[in-house]
């Protein structure tokens, strides 16, 4: 009984013999399996095709049979399907790739295939590609990019909210709490009463008041450091080394040529340069550190490095035994898809380098 033919391969006679029975084993496994099989001649055109393969691309075996295979890829995946297919054709390896085909109808489907040149017993060249159905973890995949940068974008959002709500409390703090508690110390200042006890009570309530004032400076900065929105960030990151007076010493340098940066950039600097300084003066028991900016039209780069005791690098709740502190700072860099680098040894010191894109920038 003569058989039918797809591609070359003979579907075998229903009474054949054992031999052919195990050929014929072998075509319904090839053709029933739920896996796309194709093989090509080495200028990319189907010589065979499995009845699943066809089917998952909307066609018959034999409207693919003799086509380029780069028909059935997208359009814009041709170009880059070519290189790679002639790339292995010259080093007749295996090769992995994932890419767009359209179906029949138009449909997308996304596959994952693997492919190995071979030659055959004439010397023939022959590419055989076993080819997966991925489309379904590419929608996974797509929906979580597209969960991910709705949660990068809400908490930008609530970062910026956040910084304004900061700055509008900080103004507050300066031109209206600070400036009263100033004018009641000055005029405590001017009292004089006769009494001895008398005047101890006034000394005591300046030491509060300007205990009170210092506070509310220092909470004024933390919140918003009007340096740095009135002179810039190199002059807020001076400011903010110089007022650590107490245990660490600290140093600030800066590149000669500083243009404006756009004041999100400037906040996360600031911030993140805060909180790298707390975490040195309360936990890096360092004698000295150093704080360095680098501005250029393409990027910023700040370098906090210090003395003090270290830490292992593989065990990053070190630098800020909360979390809070690091896991801030990653989160403030992915922002503006930047780097983070942590460099640390035991009992040497600690170099932290962050680095942000302008151009690439976002909002913190």
């Known amino acids: 009984m003569p058989g039918r033919i797809v591609g070359d391969l003979t579907e075998a006679d229903p009474h054949a013999t054992t031999g052919q029975g195990g050929d014929r084993r072998y075509r319904e496994l090839y053709e029933n399996m739920p896996v796309m099989y194709f093989e090509m001649d080495d200028q990319a055109v189907v010589i065979r095709v499995n009845d699943f393969g066809a089917r998952q691309l909307g066609y018959a075996p034999e409207e693919i049979l003799g086509q380029s295979v780069l028909d059935v890829f997208h359009e814009q995946d041709q170009a880059t399907v070519q290189e790679q297919f002639q790339s292995l054709i010259r080093t007749e390896g295996v090769a992995s790739w994932e890419f767009r085909k359209r179906k029949k109808g138009g449909e997308i489907l996304w596959v994952r295939e693997t492919a190995r040149a071979i030659r055959g017993a004439e010397g023939r060249l022959v590419v055989m590609v076993v080819c997966q159905d991925i489309t379904e973890r590419k929608r996974i995949e797509e929906e979580r990019r597209e969960a991910e940068e ?210 690439k920038s976002g909002t913190p």
């Not at 949660?151 to 103004?171: P, W």
């Not at 009463?193 to 030491?207: F, L, N, S, T």
């Not at 600097?269 to 680098?294: D, M, P, Q, T």
């Open 150 to 359: 709705m949660v990068r974008q809400l908490s930008s959002q609530l970062g910026e909210a956040q910084e304004k709500e900061r700055r509008r409390i900080a103004v507050h703090l300066h031109e209206d709490v600070g400036q009263n508690l100033a004018l009641v110390h000055m005029r405590l200042a001017k009292l004089a009463p006769a009494d001895e006890d008398r005047r101890r009570e006034v000394r005591e309530i300046q030491k509060l008041l300007h205990s009170a004032i210092v506070d509310t400076r220092t909470l004024t900065f933390e919140l918003a450091s009007p340096v740095l929105y009135e002179l810039g960030l190199s002059e807020a990151l001076r400011d903010l080394c110089e007022r650590e007076t107490e245990g660490t010493r600290f140093q600030f340098d800066a590149s000669d040529a500083s243009p404006d940066l756009p004041e999100r950039i400037a906040v996360s600097f600031y911030r993140i340069a805060s909180e790298l300084i707390f975490n040195i003066r309360k936990h890096a028991e360092a004698g000295h550190a150093w704080v360095s900016l680098e501005v250029t039209d393409e990027h910023v780069s700040m370098v906090v490095k210090d003395d003090g005791k270290g830490f292992d690098p593989r065990t990053r709740r070190e630098v800020s035994p909360s979390g809070i502190g690091l896991f801030s700072i990653e989160q403030r860099v992915g922002f503006h898809e930047g780097e983070l680098d942590i460099q640390s040894t035991p009992g040497v010191g600690t170099r932290i380098t962050v680095s942000i894109p302008i151009e």
